[in-house]
């Protein structure tokens, strides 16, 4: 598993939180996966899937906006109603086949509540009302009326993609690329939080646009070439205030991007670490210490024993 090992800022993220978090989520879950419904391990198969309402939320929110613009760009009508109707009645499926606890057999495609799996009170209707706000808002947003109005600039929307970049394979999916028509190109990032730190904004930006030079503009980051990082900009457009924020890339950005990803893949992958057959061995990433914040709401704590 380690050989096939690729690197995402999710990821990073994750082991940036969470040592043990990362861990059971990319190597533990999958082999969960592997023995079944029923088998003890299975729990952490199930545990990986688990999801909030706010995380419901967003999820909802991208898709709605992924169809609209999909929509656009291949020349059909999408109708603003129409988006919110289907999406209600998605997260009203999602609500009731989670209450039915589906996702204990088959956690990938139905997907859980948190709040369910733990049996802690939750209000899906006041959860599916934040679901629609939400909805409705990124749906009216400004960026999105500029991005409708010019369909045929649009290059990918929401397309996962897998490059290699300092000998990393490396996954990521930017929620809009889209051509500025001065020959250079915007990245669109919907936030649908209320806050977003500094560090992860610009760590994003600079993975993304390592991206952009890479596919769009051909050259790539890793050849000594000069980067033509002034073709490139970041958008980063929120339901908080202000309600976009533009974020012209940068060289550092480049190298904040290539530093995190040489200096945390080692660690990740478990290179030096002993191996448990396909896995690194568990005792390589710890777990935070107790009382710790992050704990209250990861999907794992109950393997954990953080319940």
Not at 50 to 62: E, I, V
Not at 122 to 138: I, N
Not at 143 to 158: F, K, N, S, Y
Not at 198 to 209: K, R, T
Request: with cysteine.
């Amino acid at each position: 598993m380690a050989a096939g090992f690729t690197w995402s800022w999710s990821r990073y993220r994750t082991f940036a939180t969470c040592p043990r978090r990362f861990w059971l989520s990319v190597y533990a879950a999958p082999l969960a996966k592997r023995k079944g419904a029923g088998h003890p391990d299975f729990e952490v198969w199930v545990q990986r899937h688990l999801m909030g309402a706010a995380q419901w939320a967003g999820l909802a929110a991208h898709e709605a906006v992924e169809w609209t613009l999909k929509g656009a760009v291949e020349g059909r009508a999408v109708p603003r109603q129409g988006v919110v109707d289907r999406t209600m009645r998605q997260a009203r499926r999602v609500l009731e086949m989670s209450n039915g606890g589906y996702f204990r057999g088959d956690p990938k495609t139905f997907r859980g509540f948190d709040a369910h799996y733990y049996d802690v009170e939750f209000d899906g209707q006041a959860a599916l009302q934040t679901l629609q706000s939400k909805v409705e808002s990124l749906l009216d947003h400004p960026i999105l009326a500029r991005l409708l109005d010019v369909p045929e600039r649009i290059e990918e929307v929401e397309r996962l993609s897998r490059i290699r970049l300092w000998g990393i394979d490396i996954w990521l999916s930017p929620d809009v690329v889209v051509a500025d028509g001065k020959g250079g190109f915007v990245v669109v990032d919907w936030k649908t939080g209320r806050n977003h730190s500094n560090d992860v904004v610009d760590g994003q930006l600079g993975l993304y646009g390592v991206y952009v030079i890479d596919r769009l503009l051909k050259v790539r980051a890793d050849s000594g070439r000069r980067l033509p990082v002034d073709r490139v900009q970041g958008l980063m457009a929120g339901l908080g205030e202000p309600a976009f924020r533009n974020l012209p890339l940068a060289m550092e950005d480049v190298f904040a991007a290539r530093d995190a990803m040489l200096g945390s893949t080692p660690k990740m992958r478990g290179d030096g670490l002993e191996r448990d057959g396909e896995i690194p061995k568990m005792e390589g990433y710890p777990k935070i210490p107790p009382g710790s914040s992050p704990c209250s709401w990861c999907s794992f704590r109950r393997t954990c024993e953080r319940e």
